[in-house]
Nanobody
Framework: ELQLVESGGGPVQAGGSLRLSCTVS????????IGWFRQASGKEREGISCIINRDGSASYASSVKGRFTISRDNVKNTVYLQMDSLKPDDTAVYYC???????????????WGQGTQVTVST
């Protein structure tokens, strides 16, 4: 059974950092792309970053580019989202997603994690 398990969310002050983890099981890690979405209360869901596990190619939304870094550990089957210089506007539930096709992992991915709350205070 394919599973995505997220961890690493929590409260943080503005300007601080958090690292989210998404551990994947039940699929060949190299064959998939992993994405991160977030959804703030009352707002639409936003795809913010994705990585192609086979070659490490990554992309970012303009709202997080330069502050967030996505990476993967092919031994631990885990993708990380390092979030630096956090702002109150980054407060949201963060979800990791998985799809075998990198072109859709930030549009209509087949699999979603359970979500982890990130709260950035002033």
């Amino acid at each position: 059974e394919l599973q995505l398990v997220e961890s690493g969310g929590g409260p943080v002050q503005a300007g601080g950092s958090l690292r989210l983890s998404c551990t994947v099981s039940g699929v060949t890690f190299d064959d998939v792309a992993i994405g991160w979405f977030r959804q703030a209360s009352g707002k639409e869901r936003e795809g913010i970053s994705c990585i192609i596990n086979r070659d490490g190619s990554a992309s970012y939304a303009s709202s997080v580019k330069g502050r967030f870094t996505i990476s993967r550990d092919n031994v631990k089957n885990t993708v990380y989202l390092q979030m630096d210089s956090l702002k109150p506007d980054d407060t949201a539930v963060y979800y990791c997603t998985l799809d075998r096709h990198s072109g859709v992992v930030l549009r209509s991915p087949d699999y979603w994690g359970q979500g982890t709350q990130v709260t950035v205070s002033t």
